[in-house]
């Protein structure tokens, strides 16, 4: 069963999909996991077929668009702040212990890629989530600063930096929103971009699994609150509650999980799923059903067995 919901996150009402499993149950609480969208996607996307699967084996989960994108409040649109994306998964879990169908004492956390990293964060300093995973998780500092493979010149970066200064002396000037393109505009353009920058484009440029409230941009001012962050800052004070990495094995982002990994000091495991791409785990039914397997066996580990 899915219900629509909101929910507010600082000062701003997040829209929402609450998926309940439909199986006959007694009506009693039960474990719930927040299910956070990687950068640019919205619930309808990869947030919620997790949420989905997960529902279907037991689980009331939650899956919701961060503020400014999706189908959520906030101005302007395509604002990608990392200390406002924690704050709406902390916000999606205080809704959670609201519901009478979530455990209060039982919830969990998912993200997905740039929620990935922005989970570990929440994670680590909210103790009302027992346990934390990720599916092919990056840190969007990074990723921006460092390129999605770890190899770019910083040149690159400072550059998109010295473009995200202009963008704000212009918005000053005449109050407009200066943006930057997420992807290629055209499937040569991604060719040329290699192998990941084409599987992203494929996602959400083609009927793959292209969504309207998809962001297709970001704003300028989301760089420079993105430069700074470090989304595994906080990791040691993630322990003792136990950290599951889901990885594809030939996704080019995967450094950033081995990189997380050695920082938790906690119990953790770090998941390979052979012969998947970074987005292959987004949708790709062979990846995603061994990848929703450990991750209902990891929570129905440290959450079911904890009632």
Request: glycine fraction near 14%; hydrophobic fraction near 40%; aromatic fraction near 4%.
């Given at each position: 069963m899915i219900t629509d919901v909101t929910f507010h996150s600082a000062?701003?009402?997040?829209?929402?999909?609450?998926?309940?499993?439909?199986?006959?149950?007694?009506?009693?609480?039960?474990?719930?996991?927040?299910?956070?969208?990687?950068?640019?996607?919205?619930?309808?996307?990869?947030?919620?077929?997790?949420?989905?699967?997960?529902?279907e084996r037991g689980f009331v989960t939650l899956a919701f668009d961060a503020a400014f994108q999706g189908a959520s409040e906030g101005e302007p649109r395509g604002l990608e702040d990392p200390a406002h994306r924690i704050e709406?998964?902390?916000?999606?879990?205080?809704?959670?212990?609201?519901?009478?169908?979530?455990?209060?004492?039982?919830?969990?956390?998912?993200?997905?890629?740039?929620?990935?990293?922005?989970?570990?964060?929440?994670?680590?300093?909210?103790?009302?989530?027992?346990?934390?995973?990720?599916?092919?998780?990056?840190?969007?500092?990074?990723?921006?600063?460092?390129?999605?493979?770890?190899?770019?010149?910083?040149?690159?970066?400072?550059?998109?930096?010295?473009?995200?200064a202009a963008a704000r002396t212009a918005e000053a000037r005449d109050g407009g929103v200066r943006t930057f393109p997420i992807f290629p505009a055209t499937e040569e353009e991604a060719h040329r971009g290699g192998p990941h920058v084409h599987d992203g484009w494929e996602y959400y440029c083609t009927p793959r699994a292209e969504h309207p409230r998809a962001a297709k941009a970001l704003t300028w001012s989301s760089i420079d609150r993105i430069a700074a962050f470090d989304t595994f800052a906080a990791l040691p004070l993630l322990a003792p509650r136990p950290l599951l990495m889901v990885v594809g094995r030939e996704a080019v982002t995967a450094w950033m999980c081995v990189q997380a990994f050695q920082r938790s000091t906690g119990p953790k495991e770090l998941h390979w799923i052979d012969g998947a791409s970074h987005v292959d785990l987004y949708d790709k039914n062979e990846f995603v059903t061994p990848a929703v397997a450990r991750l209902a066996g990891f929570f129905g580990t440290h959450l079911v067995a904890a009632a």
């Open positions: 000062g701003l009402d997040l829209a929402g999909h609450l998926y309940t499993p439909d199986d006959g149950g007694t009506g009693s609480p039960r474990p719930a996991i927040v299910v956070g969208h990687p950068g640019g996607g919205v619930k309808e996307q990869a947030a919620g077929l997790y949420a989905r699967r997960l529902a709406d998964l902390k916000a999606a879990v205080s809704f959670l212990t609201t519901r009478a169908e979530a455990d209060t004492g039982r919830i969990g956390a998912l993200g997905i890629c740039a929620s990935g990293g922005y989970a570990l964060a929440a994670a680590s300093t909210d103790q009302r989530i027992r346990a934390v995973a990720t599916v092919s998780a990056t840190d969007m500092a990074r990723q921006f600063r460092d390129g999605a493979d770890g190899t770019q010149d910083p040149a690159v970066f400072r550059a998109m930096l010295e473009a995200a």
